[in-house]
């Protein structure tokens, strides 16, 4: 296996997990926060594909996906908002509704990321991504991770539900 078919396997072992954890969730599910602070599922599980998406897309020089769903969420969000170092009130004020609405928009970033991977070659994975750190990050530092980061989310994300099936 090459390194594109490496990357196009991890990312969809991601979306296989995704749908996994969003099934059989309820709008209470959803917002529920262990321990009254704790990520609810739907904020993890909107975090992760937003934080694919936008690197991704960051990656490719193509818009974001989430433009096309920010309204259909019904979030104030703009494209620049993916979660990170959300307060407990601004993880609040993300109410995921609709679990199938969260598999959709990540089946999206998947299709996304799928295109930007079939560019993919030795050049593009050494191209210097992010001059901020001390080595500079390249772009297939940047593939990996991603998939850390999403991975921990749904471990996160499986966790939380997993709490509230007990």
């Known amino acids: ?19 996994g954890t969003a099934e059989g969730l309820d709008q209470e599910a959803l917002s529920h926060r262990p321990g009254g602070t704790g990520n609810p599922i739907g904020w993890l599980l909107w975090h992760l594909a937003r934080v694919q998406d936008d690197h991704v897309a ?4 193509q818009p974001q996906v ?7 969420f019904g979030l104030p969000n703009g494209t620049d908002d993916i979660g990170y170092g959300h307060s407990s009130e601004q993880v609040d004020a993300i109410r995921i509704e609709d679990p199938d609405l969260l598999v959709e928009y990540h089946h999206e970033v998947t299709l996304a990321t799928a295109r930007y991977l079939e560019t993919v070659d030795e050049a593009e994975l050494e191209r210097e ?23 921990q989310h749904l471990g996160q994300a499986a966790y939380v539900k997993g709490l509230l099936e007990a």
């Open 1 to 19: 296996m090459d390194v594109r078919g490496l990357l196009t396997e991890g990312f969809g072992r991601i979306t296989e997990l995704y749908a």
């Open 58 to 61: 960051d990656l490719a020089g």
């Open 66 to 72: 989430w433009k096309r769903f920010q309204e259909r």
């Open 129 to 151: 991504v992010d001059q901020d750190w001390d080595p500079p990050v390249t772009a297939g530092q940047r593939l990996v991770s991603i998939q850390g980061d999403c991975l």
